[in-house]
């Protein structure tokens, strides 16, 4: 009863408050502990929609803010969205010339969950490596980097993927995410370069 009427306060908040979903006081939450948007940084969105991290992101930098998604997302002012998909190097090139420098990726995107957990945290840290492969493909040297993620079997061996590429890697649970989930966000700071097809 207790984590609901928690959830229930959270939406009533980001109504109250003009965000799109609960999922605003996460990013607002990892940026006081971990600040890895500075106050002019060029951000991209992985998976954006409805557009709560990228209400966020507006107000956290002066520099561009962009959002990919498949899906539509209602107009934010101040910022740039792209309807497809993260993989597709035409989409990679059109965050590049909107941005010209990336210096933050961050994805708060989750796959459909089917109710078998092996099988969504596998599809969830196959997610992860595309965010991870696009973060590699674009972001500036010294860049950050911003994930959601699932503890299970095949995080350890992604948490090091990540560690590969950034000098500062840590995991952080959000105090707005729902109790008992093995959501965590993996945090990379620094980015150190590193093409997808590197390894």
């Known amino acids: 009863m207790g ?9 009533r908040a980001a109504v109250r408050e003009g965000y799109r979903s609960r999922a605003a006081y996460k990013l607002i939450e990892v940026q006081k502990h971990a ?3 500075r106050p002019d940084d060029n951000v991209v969105d992985l998976g954006a929609a409805p557009g709560s991290w990228l209400q966020v ?6 520099g561009k803010v962009i959002g990919v998604d ?5 107009p934010i002012d101040g910022v740039e969205t792209v309807v497809g998909d993260l993989n ?5 090139e059109r965050v590049r010339s909107t ?10 995107a989750a796959p459909k969950l089917s109710g078998q957990r092996s099988y969504d945290q596998a599809r969830a840290i196959e997610l992860d490596e595309q965010v991870l492969a696009f973060a590699r493909a674009t972001l500036k040297p010294g860049g950050n980097f911003l994930v959601k993620s699932f503890q299970g079997e095949d995080f350890p061996a992604f948490l090091a993927r990540v560690r590969q590429v950034f000098r500062s890697v840590r995991t952080y649970q ?4 729902r109790r008992g989930s093995r959501e965590c966000y993996v945090i990379g700071k620094n980015f150190v370069g590193g093409a997808p097809d590197a390894d």
């Not at 984590?3 to 939406?11: I, T």
């Not at 959000?174 to 995410?177: G, L, P």
């Open 57 to 62: 992101l507006r107000s956290l930098t002066t």
């Open 174 to 177: 959000a105090k707005a995410s």
């Open 70 to 74: 498949l899906n539509p997302i209602a």
């Open 3 to 11: 984590s609901q009427w928690g959830e229930d306060r959270q939406y």
């Open 99 to 108: 941005l010209g420098v990336v210096n933050v990726v961050v994805s708060d």
């Open 35 to 37: 600040k890895i948007i």
């Open 88 to 92: 597709d190097p035409a989409v990679r």
